[in-house]
């Protein structure tokens, strides 16, 4: 399975922009790029999966480079709700168990 | 919406001792997850069923089994409790494997507390 790499934390402000860049240099060919959102003491909660190019849905986007080597989450307009723990996964869904890395701890903050 | 199910939400024991938890999936999933996550840690990924047979194994320790049941619904038995078992127990399920999109749905965790 493809290692990722995300940063350990970030802080932002309520209504900023919030882009987590994921590092995933030995994806397969196969792979998806999933995102999970967790609370604490709460299961992970989906977000969004990409595969190429750009993803949209109504909580945030998803941007693949061509190389797809890298992902960005990207989440608009953030509130203190937002604060969570984000995972970048890695994988061929479907296939093969989605493991968690070193999420992103995200705090936003009034 | 069903969302999936797990009991006990909490659970303390004694060293040595055994537990059990249980998992009830969504409806028409059949295929189930196990994840642990350690206090201040990432979620391990311990175990997978699909149509009541293991399907991943991960790093669930020889002192832990698990099974899916003919109603698709999971246990998580440990035995010989040690400290280091104290952790939030996830279970997750999901479509079948091969079609599904890759999108697991938690459910809100068993925490363990080994004294």
């Known amino acids: 399975l493809a290692k990722t790499t995300q940063p350990i934390s970030m802080d932002s402000y309520e209504g900023q922009e919030v882009n987590i860049t994921c590092s995933h240099n030995?994806?397969?060919?196969?792979?998806?790029i999933t995102w999970y959102q967790q609370f604490p003491s709460q299961g992970p909660r989906f977000i969004i999966q990409g595969y190429k190019t750009k993803v949209t849905n109504e909580v945030a986007s998803l941007f693949i480079p061509a190389d797809r080597k890298s992902s960005t989450l990207s989440l608009p307009r953030v509130s203190l709700s937002d604060t969570a723990v984000y995972y970048c996964l890695v994988g061929d869904i479907g296939y093969s168990t989605l493991t968690f890395g070193k999420g992103t701890m995200l705090l936003v903050s009034p | 919406a069903a969302g999936v199910i797990q009991s006990p939400r909490h659970l303390i024991k004694e060293k040595r001792e055994t537990a059990t938890l249980k998992c009830y999936p969504i409806p028409r999933h059949d295929t189930v997850y196990w994840y642990q996550q350690g206090p201040g840690q990432d979620p391990q990924f311990l175990i997978s069923?699909?149509?009541?047979?293991?399907?991943d194994k991960g790093s669930i320790p020889d002192r832990f089994s698990a099974q899916q049941f003919s109603d698709y619904h999971s246990e998580l038995n440990m035995s010989s409790l040690e400290l280091g078992d104290s952790a939030l127990y996830f279970c997750a399920s999901s479509l079948e494997r091969g079609v599904n999109t890759g999108e697991l749905f938690f459910g809100e965790g068993s925490r363990l507390t080994v004294l």
């Open positions: 030995n994806i397969a060919t196969n792979d998806y």
């Open positions: 069923f699909y149509e009541k047979m293991q399907s």
